[in-house]
Antibody, heavy 123, light 112 residues
């Protein structure tokens, strides 16, 4: 079955950087777009970023564009989120999420979620 | 961005009774291909979200048939015909028609 395992979370100071990884298994990774979705402590869900199957096309939440970068390595079945210039408001659990469409673009839905990794931005 | 508004935000329900959650979008969710990309997710305490419904009314595999989704355009509803104890948690609607994808605020279902 589909497994998504995030890693790389931790505590970082404002302005710092962190790189999240998500190892995927149980499906043909190169055939599916991938997303990151976050959830601040005690709050709701917020979509953050999307990367297409080939890795060349990406989409971002406006408030993270230019600071967070999503990428993928299909040879390693892994998707990444490079987080730079971090702000306190980026504090959240970050979920790696599989798009439900097996085409070249998003299917507008998510069918599998990882367990999440916690990022805390604090001085 | 498209704003998704859920109501109610808190939903106390007696076991065995029905429950209903409304979700309204600030713009039509009908995509150019004719499909409507409205999803429902359920998040139990301490767990990751799980999709229940996609494209308004399609139930995911393994989702009990007491869950149903309906609606069109900008107005959508998730219904639970008879609430069971395992249904507690927070329910989110999410639109996947317009970038950036957006979620509703969440509706917390609890047992009375």
């Amino acid at each position: 079955q589909v497994q998504l395992v995030e890693s790389g979370g931790g505590v970082v100071q404002p302005g710092g950087s962190l790189r999240l990884s998500c190892a995927a298994s149980g499906f043909t990774f190169s055939n599916y777009g991938m997303h990151w979705v976050r959830q601040a402590p005690g709050k709701g869900l917020e979509w953050v970023a999307f990367v297409r199957i080939g890795g060349t096309k990406t989409k971002y939440l406006d408030s993270v564009r230019g600071r967070l970068t999503i990428s993928r390595d299909n040879s390693k079945n892994t998707v990444y989120l490079q987080m730079d210039s971090l702000r306190t408001e980026d504090t959240a659990v970050y979920y790696c999420v599989k798009d439900s469409g097996s085409g070249s673009d998003s299917e507008g839905s998510f069918d599998s979620w990882g367990q999440g990794t916690l990022v805390i931005v604090s001085s | 961005d498209v704003v998704m508004t859920q109501s109610p935000l808190s939903l106390p329900v007696t076991l065995g009774q029905p429950a209903s959650i409304s979700c309204r979008s600030s713009e039509s969710l009908v995509y150019g291909d004719g499909d409507t990309y409205l999803n429902w997710f359920h998040q139990r305490p301490g767990q990751s979200p799980r999709r229940l419904i996609y494209k308004v009314s399609n139930r995911d595999s393994g989702v009990p048939d007491r869950f149903s989704g309906s609606g069109s355009g900008t107005d959508f509803t998730l219904r639970i015909s008879r609430v069971e104890a395992e249904d507690v948690g927070v329910y989110y609607c999410m639109q996947g028609t317009h970038w950036s994808y957006t979620f509703g605020q969440g509706t917390k279902l609890e047992i009375k």
